[in-house]
Nanobody, 119 residues
Framework: QVRLVESGGGLVQAGGSRRLSCAAS????????MGWFRQAEKEREFVAAV???????KHADSVKGRFTISRDNAKNTVYLQMRSLKPEDTGVYYC?????????????WGQGTQVTVSS
């Protein structure tokens, strides 16, 4: 059974930083690309994805230059370092495994972690 546990969310002021973590179990972690998505009032949107090795990444235009995705295959964990946060970054952040980092289409989701950016 695939299990994804996101953590690290919370309340942060605009301009601040936060690092999210996602611990995965129930799958061979290194065989999957990993992605981060977020959802506010509208539909869930792609944020970033990292290849199986960690060498290749893709970030949404809205977070490019501010967010960085990375992974540690030894710890079965994927991270999202968020800097220069804006109120529009507010939402529930989810991690998910996918087959291709450049076109991440998850089938499993964790419970998410709430990030709230105050202005």
């Amino acid at each position: 059974q695939v299990r994804l546990v996101e953590s690290g969310g919370g309340l942060v002021q605009a301009g601040g930083s936060r690092r999210l973590s996602c611990a995965a179990s129930g799958l061979t972690f290194s065989r999957y690309a990993m992605g981060w998505f977020r959802q506010a009032e509208k539909e869930r949107e792609f944020v970033a994805a990292v290849s199986r090795s960690g060498f290749s990444t893709k970030h949404a235009d809205s977070v490019k230059g501010r967010f960085t995705i990375s992974r540690d295959n030894a710890k079965n964990t994927v991270y999202l370092q968020m800097r220069s946060l804006k109120p529009e970054d507010t939402g529930v952040y989810y991690c998910a495994p996918c087959f291709i980092y450049s076109d991440c289409r998850p089938e499993y989701w964790g419970q998410g972690t709430q990030v709230t950016v105050s202005s």
